[in-house]
């Protein structure tokens, strides 16, 4: 069965999952710039819709989608808390007013937008065009003198590797749970953490996994000569453009709510 999570890429012959992932990035930022401010619910409801629209278009189902929010849950009921218990002065309020538990769920959902809309291009961007999106933005620091194929390699690698870490993970949990040494069903989320802090159950077989991968991925990246031809990003074409102009509308609407 497979496990969903945030920077996972699922694989869909859609719209979304063809267009140019350096406009595909740009109109993200735009959407989630849009989203960022601060405003009326409205506004919030329509980037909310906006989102929604990209991931039906997009052909993800919302058992696809939401454990990239929920990845996120303890931050967002952190960002609750604080916003609706503490003023902005930094000072403690036991009861919070009814405005202030508002003005609270407002910046937990306007979160949530922003990481939905980054799970959108995660989800339908492979994590080479997430870094050669990246890459793009590196490139001109080449004539500073910084040593952008090294910078090259790193997000080949740190990216790929947000995924892998979860991948590698699981493997180790269901090898153990095999063995006998996973917390049986039921058990308390104390002995769920004793084990995962345990070096010799997990977190030795993980670091050892992690750093047999990372220098196969390196050396064989070190030693390719047409890196520059691997990073680099086909030109939009006019789906891409249209695309792009039609985020750049719909968050210009939003703002203007």
């Given at each position: ?35 960022a401010l601060p405003g009326s619910p409205a506004r919030l409801l329509s980037s909310a819709l906006i989102l929604a629209c990209l991931t039906a278009a997009a052909g993800i189902t ?134 995962f802090t345990r070096a010799e159950s997990f977190v030795i077989p993980l670091f050892m996994r992690v750093i047999h991968y990372a220098e196969q991925i390196s050396v064989t990246l ?36």
């Open positions: 069965m497979k496990k969903y999570y945030f920077g996972r890429y699922i694989f869909k012959n859609s719209f979304i999952h063809k267009i140019n992932p350096l406009v595909k990035l740009l109109a993200v930022i735009i959407l989630i710039a849009s989203a919302p058992k696809e989608f939401w454990p990239s929010i929920r990845s996120f849950r303890f931050l967002l009921i952190l960002t609750f808390l604080i916003q609706a218990f503490f003023t902005d002065g930094g000072g403690f309020t036991p009861v919070p007013a009814r405005e202030m538990i508002w003005a609270s769920f407002l910046s937990t959902w306007r979160f949530a937008l922003i990481i939905g809309y980054s799970a959108i291009f995660t989800i339908t961007t492979t994590p080479a065009d997430i870094a050669r999106s990246l890459y793009f933005f590196i490139k001109p620091f080449k004539k500073l003198g910084v040593n952008t194929k090294d910078a090259a390699v790193s997000l080949l690698v740190a990216i790929r590797f947000i995924p892998l870490l979860f991948e590698e993970a699981d493997k180790i949990i269901t090898a153990q749970k095999l063995r006998g040494a996973w917390p049986e069903k039921g058990g308390s989320w104390g002995s769920k953490m004793k084990f070190c030693y390719r000569r047409n890196l520059e031809q691997v990073m680099a990003i086909p030109g939009p074409g006019k789906a891409d453009a249209l695309f792009l102009l039609v985020s750049v509308a719909l968050a210009w609407a939003v703002y203007a709510l």
